[in-house]
DNA sequence: CGCGACGTTGATTTGCCTCAACGATTGTGG
DNA sequence: CCACAATCGTTGAGGCAAATCAACGTCGCG
């Protein structure tokens, strides 16, 4: 449990109060590798935090490709937002990529924690602004980078998941097909 | 002013300290069409709310290709939210499509609005949230259709945008040339 | 009026996809 | 513990969506 208290230490100050009230309404979870958490179609009902493992947030196109949005590794979280605010039916689908052990927290009790320690609108809002940096920053270059561009920002930027993602998972975050991926991988290691 | 309030009322009360305290943060500004409000490399200083007119976010790629983030008309916000967030340069333009008028709400100014009314939390909160799915459905769009399929959908979404924009900035935004998008467009006319 | 931005159209090129075949690795049931 | 299937990554041939380059007509504006 001490992870996500680091996590909300980084932006939000709590007394021991509120340190139990949050903690009781996290429901951990374990996940095997593949199982899913959230199925396309569905409503999403938790905001996802990571302990351990990866997750990844991923929709099926009408040829039946998938296609990446998210990776969520430990510390970060995941959910399928438009469903979560909206409690509509949403496209994405939620699943672990590795055995992995979460923490969920409910829309319901999401609503509570807002309510009983406004503190966490701060919490929250700060989370949602780096998502949308990042998100923002993947609009610009899928609209201005080639490929294999993207592929060097994906290097940079998230370095320890280029270790443990297979090739195919990488391919489809960064928009091509995992054939093309190989061989723009073996042209980059054999310099240009 | 009017507008603003009814935006800011769609998701919190205020009452008319507030409103006064929260109206006095705000700079009134009107663009000549193409001025900039700010430019790449530089840090980005405020929250813009659109009165009237029509703003747009983009950046500059190496070869000199304008690329659109984002647009923004009456009761819009924008901002370089990278730059803002961190408060170090940002690649983003931001320019008036059209003679516009706009209200600045500066990052001090915001802060000091999070700290002295703690409701705003909520309420930017409620709007990254929004942008964030925006972006994020984006970054679907952009890896799992059709230059055809985005143009639909950006005509779905934005109707009243597609009657008032050049083509050229509805090509930009989508992700494709100019050209391209001409022929497509008269395809798309000619049924098929 | 004349210049520069915009939109159109055509010819050609290219970045990435599709399909197919093949070895290597994983994992799974007998 | 092995056999076999399934998944993954690689490579090649060919195809297509979209880019590039170029030429031309139109229009709004200084």
């Known amino acids: 449990m001490e992870p996500i208290l680091q996590n909300v230490a980084r932006h939000i100050q709590l007394n021991s109060t509120e340190i139990e009230f949050f903690l009781s309404l996290l429901e951990p979870r374990s996940l095997k590798s593949k199982q899913l958490l959230l199925e396309e179609g569905k409503i999403c009902k938790y905001s996802t935090f990571v302990l351990s ?51 969920l927290l409910s829309k319901t009790n999401q609503d509570n924690l807002y309510r009983e320690v406004p503190k966490f609108e701060r919490f929250f809002r700060i989370l949602t602004e780096n998502s949308l940096v990042a998100s923002q920053q993947r609009v610009v270059d899928n609209l201005s980078l080639s490929a294999e561009d993207r592929y060097r ?40």
């Open 153 to 192: 920002h994906f290097c940079e930027k998230y370095p320890s998941l280029v270790q443990t993602l297979p090739q195919k998972e990488i391919a489809s975050y960064i928009g091509v097909t995992p054939e093309f991926f190989s061989k723009m991988r073996s042209r980059l290691l054999k310099g240009r």
């Open 53 to 103: 493992g990866c997750l990844k947030g991923f929709t099926i196109d009408k040829n039946g490709f998938e296609h990446i949005l998210s990776f969520a590794t430990t510390g970060w979280w995941i959910a399928d937002m438009y469903s979560l605010i909206t409690q509509q039916p949403g496209q994405l689908n939620i699943q672990a990529s590795s055995p992995s052990e979460v923490l």
